[in-house]
């Protein structure tokens, strides 16, 4: 009996179809030529030999060349005439790569004639049964080399679902797994392959209860808990947290079962409970990154800035593999506390993943803020990689121009871009938006009609061209059009709301106003939206509540630009 298990060694017999090695004829090529010679009557043992030799020659140069076609005729052939195994079983390996699975097949069946008792023959047509989507035909088959390989039946019943992995047919994968396993039902493992199975085709109920199965015959089986928990989370949370707990309970040394349930309390948010199996987790696993890193969420989230921030560099001295994301958070604490230069040095190390925009944008704020403003640009302006990276850093360039108060510049740098990238959404956007703030309606009306144009659906688009047209009291009807479609697009967006309530207001259908203008600042407390509410209040004659309700927004925003005006304008 082979050493290694059956079904394992038939997963990695299925990587045969990436790779035919290259000119390792020599051992073929001269074992094909010694049964040649043995069978040499009517001619030569050197002629038989030398043409063997030859024919394998020419086999694996073509192969080598992409004649694939031609290497299988020649390993084919030499295959059929010499019925040596390790031709064949070469010839075997070329028709797989070309996925001449029935040609692959017949030469196994050769092979197998050749060497009855051959266990690798054996896995070799297995192995091209799965390849050739022929399940009904490998279920036999399959059976027999797990039936013969007793000593190792629970483990190759456990590796069933990764050889079948790459089948699209999982109710095919499900019927084949649940046949092969039915004659071992007091294995654990057994059912634990049929709920793999079950599960990979969307049968939950059969994964549950094969699984359930599972832990029974082995109750301290802490990977069929976790499976019997993943399935469970897919309806309620509550449940599968229960169940981990009971096994946890029982079985307190499970460490993953326990991970899984701390991180299952965090999306239920019961961190308190979540917190207890984390500290226990990181009293038995101190060095882990897998209970570090949470642990330092959690307290962050809890505002144990203390613990967050001991962890979090705890984490960096481990093999944690997103060092960036951990100087990102420590970065921001640092921000939080006053301590510039040691965010800005955390900020310099994110150099890859979700956070690296943000950092980047963060460090660029804090230099502007040393007056280093030049220095921020150029931090910006040598980020990025793709082109959608490199627009993402222009804007954030721009961004910071703006609030340096150089907002021409920001305008300047920002059509710059767009003559390179003149259909650029988000270039578009952003230059009408800036251009607007220097007073030129004009440009911003062509970017945006360029920008809905490519695409007509842009919420913000229609919003930005339709407040434009409402605040400057002109195009009123089309401004309504615009912001009818915007809220459909975008219904809960109070910024687009307030568009719609102001277009309304500049109409004279004040009722309608107050109605839209009143839902957008429940939904957000902005001081635009504040302004807008208090003048269409005030026109109702409503002036205490005009006033009232500017009172407050005021007390919010005290330097809201917006605010002011409006109240002198209310009451000069």
Not at 227 to 233: G, I, M, P, S
Not at 375 to 396: D, I, M, S, Y
């Amino acid at each position: 009996m082979q050493p290694k298990f059956i079904v394992a060694a038939l997963t990695l017999a299925l990587g045969l179809t990436h790779a035919v090695p290259g000119l390792a004829a020599g051992e073929v090529t001269a074992k094909a030529g010694k049964r040649a010679s043995a069978q040499g009557a009517a001619q030569s043992s050197e002629d038989l030999l030398a043409r063997s030799v030859f024919q394998a020659l020419v086999g694996e140069f073509a192969l080598q060349r992409g004649d694939i076609r031609f290497g299988l005729d020649a390993w084919n052939d030499l295959a059929r005439r010499t019925r040596d195994p390790k031709v064949i079983e070469r010839a075997v390996e070329v028709a797989g790569f070309a996925r001449q699975y029935d040609q692959a097949l017949e030469l196994a069946k050769l092979w197998q004639e050749v060497e009855p008792d051959s266990a690798k023959a054996q896995q070799a047509q297995s192995s091209l049964l799965v390849m050739a989507n022929r399940l009904d035909d490998l279920a036999p088959q399959l059976a027999k080399l797990i039936a013969e390989d007793q000593p190792n039946i629970a483990a190759n019943l456990m590796q069933l679902n990764r050889m079948l992995a790459r089948q699209p047919d999982k109710k095919a994968v499900q019927q084949l797994v649940d046949r092969i396993a039915a004659p071992y039902d007091t294995l654990p493992e057994a059912h634990f392959a049929m709920s793999q199975a079950a599960a990979n085709a969307g049968d939950h109920a059969r994964a549950q209860s094969t699984v359930e199965r599972a832990l029974q015959l082995r109750p301290d089986w802490e990977a069929a808990a976790l499976v019997r928990a993943q399935l469970q989370v897919r309806l309620s949370a509550a449940q599968a947290i229960d169940g981990l707990q009971v096994f946890v309970g029982r079985y307190p040394a499970a460490q993953d079962a326990r991970l899984m349930l701390a991180r299952l309390l965090i999306t239920e948010k019961r961190y308190s409970e979540a917190r207890g199996h984390f500290d226990r987790l990181l009293k038995e696993a101190p060095d882990s990154p897998e209970v570090i890193y949470p642990v330092a969420m959690l307290a962050l989230q809890q505002g144990d800035v203390a613990t967050g921030r001991q962890q979090l560099e705890r984490l960096l001295q481990t093999a944690f593999p997103d060092k960036s994301a951990v100087h990102f958070f420590l970065g921001q604490l640092d921000e939080e506390q006053a301590k510039p230069d040691a965010a800005l040095a955390h900020y310099r190390q994110v150099t890859a993943g979700d956070q690296y925009l943000t950092a980047r944008s963060r460090a660029a704020q804090i230099l502007r803020q040393q007056g280093k403003i030049e220095e921020a640009r150029e931090f910006l302006h040598n980020a990025g990689t793709t082109p959608a990276e490199k627009v993402q850093f222009l804007l954030a360039e721009a961004q910071l121009l703006r609030e340096a108060g150089r907002e021409a510049d920001a305008l300047a740098l920002l059509e710059s871009a767009l003559q390179r990238q003149p259909d650029n959404l988000e270039l578009l956007y952003e230059t009408a938006l800036l251009a607007e703030r220097q007073g030129k309606p004009e440009v911003l009306e062509k970017r945006l009609k360029r920008l809905l144009e490519l695409k007509p659906d842009h919420a913000h688009a229609l919003n930005a061209l339709g407040y434009s047209w409402a605040d400057r009291n002109i195009h009123l009807a089309e401004a309504e059009a615009l912001l009818v479609k915007a809220v459909r697009l975008a219904p809960e967006d109070p910024f687009i709301m307030d568009s719609m309530g102001w277009v309304l207001f500049r109409q004279g259908k004040l009722a309608e106003a107050l109605q839209t203008l009143e839902r957008a600042y429940a939904i957000k407390a902005d001081p635009e939206i504040a302004a807008h509410l208090g003048e269409v209040l005030w026109r109702l004659e409503r002036k205490d509540e005009a006033r009232r309700l500017l009172k407050e927004a005021v007390g919010r925003n005290p330097d809201s630009d917006v605010l002011a005006a409006v109240i002198k304008k209310l009451q000069p």
